[in-house]
């Protein structure tokens, strides 16, 4: 089983839905789209064949990651990722769904809430007549959506209705010469928390927290528990600290297992552990292989039978999303090695050469 010993926990979006429903022709992109722009009085998109190529293009491009990462091209951008699966009419809604977030006469989202709403007022920006979606699977398992927009909305001092509507209703705003817009993008949607977890307003992270969550997943597989390491913890918090400014999933490549996770509007210690212990569905013990197309080695690591201390930590970052780092020690996920240790191993695969490679990407 080759996966590394650096656990990357990247909670972005689980799909609900079951993948025989999904559907991305163009007219499952567009109605969305255009029902949410009737909503507001405004016209239709058209599919675009060349933005449809230029999306294409670049979800090839990110099939070896599945990075958020953006075109940096001239069109409007939504970027979307999912496992297990993501289609283009649940993708779109998402972005709808911050609706609730924007308020039209200040045009501004929710005050002081941390809440985003860019994606939804490109969806429905007014002066954005031509559409192109695209959808890839990438080589870890996970869906990946981009739409781009021509014209680009959400430029700086605009508003999505039109200049009718700004000049109503900021006649003193000068409008900048060359306005830059916002490329946006969505990773984790609040929504889908709040129908998984409708109690995360109530969220705890204390050390307990993280640990009880950590051991009860080995207990049931008859792993010692885990203790909380002070050193660790001060690991993660530094490094979760050096991550405020993006929240970005980026490993602080240390000498600790690792795993990583981030979640807006909210993510708890339990809810953050739970998404990889989850994982246990797509582990086979007896080959040590993850299920085809799955994920499985955050899963694994947390239940390293040689990893006995943890660490974790938890911030907010300025986009107003939610960070979490756990670290372990000593490090899982060797290559060659089974969670549950060498007796395992041994047992089930008496003719394999156990000698540890070194950690490569902790």
């Not at 705890?204 to 597989?221: F, G, I, K, M, T």
């Not at 970005?248 to 993510?267: K, N, Q, R, T, V």
């Not at 955050?298 to 756990?326: D, E, K, M, P």
Request: net charge negative; hydrophobic share 30%; glycine share 8%.
């Amino acid at each position: 089983m080759k996966y590394s010993n650096l656990v990357a926990c990247f909670i972005i979006i689980f799909s609900i839905f079951h993948s025989s429903q999904a559907q991305y022709s163009p007219e499952d992109y567009l109605i969305p789209h255009n029902e949410a722009r009737r909503q507001v009085g405004v016209g239709p998109m058209t599919w675009n064949d060349t933005l449809v190529a230029f999306a294409q293009n670049y979800a090839n491009q990110r099939i070896g990651d599945c990075g958020m990462i953006h075109s940096h091209g001239p069109y409007g951008e939504c970027l979307a990722a999912a496992f297990p699966d993501l289609n283009a009419s649940y993708a779109v809604k998402m972005w709808v769904d911050e609706k609730e977030w924007y308020d039209f006469k200040s045009n501004t989202c929710a005050s002081g809430s941390g809440q985003v709403c860019g994606h939804y007022t490109q969806v429905i920006w007014r002066n954005s007549v031509r559409l192109g979606c695209a959808r890839d699977r990438c080589n870890n398992g996970w869906y990946f959506i981009t739409c781009n927009y021509d014209p680009p909305g959400n430029y700086i001092g605009q508003r999505p209705l039109g200049d009718v509507e700004a000049a109503a209703e900021q006649p003193s705003s000068d409008s900048p010469s060359k306005p830059q817009f916002m490329n946006i993008w969505i990773k984790f949607i609040h929504q889908l928390l709040r129908k998984i977890k409708p109690s995360l307003g109530y969220a705890q992270n204390s050390p307990q927290d993280y640990l009880n969550a950590h051991n009860e997943a080995r207990r049931e597989v008859g792993v010692g528990p885990l203790t909380w390491d002070n050193r660790l913890a001060a690991y993660a918090q530094n490094y979760a600290n050096q991550r405020i400014g993006d929240c970005g999933m980026i490993h602080s490549h240390g000498p600790y297992g690792e795993c990583l996770a981030f979640a807006f509007p909210d993510l708890d210690a339990n809810y953050a552990v739970k998404l990889w212990i989850d994982e246990k569905q797509s582990y086979d013990f007896k080959s040590n292989t993850c299920a085809p197309g799955q994920v499985c080695g955050h899963y694994t690591q947390v239940i390293w039978r040689n990893s006995v201390r943890l660490g974790c930590a938890r911030v907010q970052c300025n986009n107003g999303w939610y960070f979490i780092t756990c670290n372990y020690d000593p490090p899982g996920n060797y290559i060659g090695q089974r969670p549950l240790g060498e007796v395992e191993t041994e047992a089930e695969q008496p003719s394999y050469d156990f000698t540890s490679e070194p950690p490569t990407d902790v």
